[in-house]
């Protein structure tokens, strides 16, 4: 029986393709991942009708000639960790240990899919403010004030609660 990969998910998603990597951020988690070349290879090909053999051969040809089955499931079960491909009940993906193939792999280690993940803060998260200190405590330093009277350092400077004043030792009288 053939093994078929799965549909790779295309929506909600905006893809860039660079040179070796491709960025895909998802709109429905706000998470960026960011796809190795044998990853982004492997997710490019997740179309519902490539096979994993057929997938294997062509990483043979882009990166390494020792790439068999077990690295293409490998990068297919990270691939459905991150919700990059079609949730689909009747997809079988073998288990695969990254250790063992790290192992197998240990020459050719870049062959390995890697699949870097962030989590991007929402619209409204980047755009909040941090709370003004003033709030808290408005007779602190850099708060405004109108006289002495309004800092805690009594030093209204220009508007704004500067720090204290030293006293001048070589000064005996105020004015």
Known sequence: MKKILPRARKHDLLVKELRDETLVYDLETNDAHCLNRTAA???ARCDGKTTAARMASLLQKELDPT???????LAIAQLQRFRLIEKDESSFVPRVSRRDLVLKYAPAALALPVILSIRAPTAAQAATTPPDPC???????????QSDADCDSANCNGGTCGPALKPNPSSTSHP
């Open 67 to 73: 790439v068999d089955e077990d690295l293409v499931w």
């Open 41 to 43: 290879l492997v997710w």
């Open 135 to 145: 709030i808290a405590n408005p007779r602190a330093d850099g708060c405004p004030c």
